[in-house]
């Protein structure tokens, strides 16, 4: 109960910081939308010379973009925010402040932050699937759409785990933004599904760094061609990659050196 307070407490601050900008709302709505609308036509080129892409047709296709600016939503709002200032902290010495805190310095130093301006776009990843549903006269049933969610909010804690085991890196490099930068470009390739990709970039994208649970198995999920072995592969994976969070963190910690002291 006391870490729900805690987390209310951050959302309440991060709030009343945001609303000071108000026209950040509506520059963030601006580009929600200009991004809503480029990566729709951008799948709409590919799909003006082929019926479909890896056996997916159009507006299936757009369920998976959905899924993905979801996604990016998500992180934008709160990961993101997060581990950009984990660097800072650690550079300027703030980190001892969050280790001195009688809380878990995890949870202290990644759900901080918010930026709720950023979750237009995951506000665009809904309207695009519910557009996409209408189109295909499809009406998932509560079973799927329970899979569909249970895997994506899965998929939500396996990224957070990769994230943050990559942004502790910065208690020995201090600058991550080069390599953050990377994992969010390879997590572009979820915006179409994986059968779309050769062979060897399938597999990578679907069991080494399973950047198509987070948006091509819960699209499945939701269209009712779920694979399970897939699916408990995901979910293995997820619980792995939260343990090796969890462990790398307390690691990383143990050898902080402040830099106030």
């Given at each position: 109960m006391r870490y729900f307070k805690l987390l209310s407490l951050f959302v309440k601050s991060s709030l009343a910081i945001d609303l000071e900008y108000r026209a950040n709302f509506m520059g963030a709505l601006l580009m929600s939308t200009v991004d809503l609308v480029w990566g729709v036509a951008g799948i709409a080129f590919?799909?003006?010379?082929?019926?479909?892409?890896?056996?997916?047709?159009?507006?299936?296709?757009?369920?998976?973009?959905?899924?993905?600016?979801?996604?990016?939503?998500?992180?934008?709002?709160?990961?993101?925010?997060?581990?950009?200032?984990?660097?800072?902290?650690?550079?300027?010495?703030t980190m001892d402040f969050i280790l001195t805190k009688p809380i878990n310095s995890q949870m202290h130093a990644t759900f901080r932050r918010?930026?709720?301006?950023?979750?237009?776009?995951?506000?665009?990843?809904?309207?695009?699937?519910?557009?996409?549903?209408?189109?295909?006269?499809?009406?998932?049933?509560?079973?799927?759409?329970?899979?569909?969610?249970?895997?994506?909010?899965?998929?939500m804690l396996m990224m957070y785990s990769l994230v943050i085991m990559l942004a502790s890196s910065a208690f020995w490099i201090v600058n991550i933004n080069n390599l953050t930068e990377l994992f969010f470009g390879l997590l572009e390739t979820g915006r179409h599904p994986a059968s779309a990709y050769p062979a060897p970039m399938r597999i990578v994208i679907s069991f080494v760094v399973p950047v198509a649970f987070i948006s091509t198995v819960p699209a499945e999920a939701l269209l009712g061609?779920?694979?399970?072995?897939?699916?408990?592969?995901?979910?293995?994976?997820?619980?792995?990659?939260?343990?090796s969070c969890v462990l790398f963190w307390r690691f990383a910690?143990?050898?902080?050196?402040?830099?106030?002291?």
């Open positions: 590919l799909f003006a010379f082929t019926d479909n892409i890896g056996g997916w047709s159009f507006y299936e296709a757009l369920i998976v973009i959905g899924l993905v600016y979801i996604g990016w939503g998500i992180n934008d709002a709160f990961l993101w925010p997060n581990t950009r200032e984990l660097g800072e902290h650690i550079r300027k010495g918010f930026k709720f301006d950023r979750l237009f776009t995951a506000v665009s990843g809904l309207v695009i699937i519910g557009y996409a549903l209408h189109q295909l006269q499809w009406s998932p049933t509560l079973g799927q759409w329970l899979s569909c969610i249970s895997l994506f909010i899965t998929a061609r779920l694979n399970l072995w897939t699916a408990l592969y995901g979910i293995g994976f997820t619980v792995v990659s939260f343990t910690v143990r050898h902080y050196g402040s830099a106030s002291s």
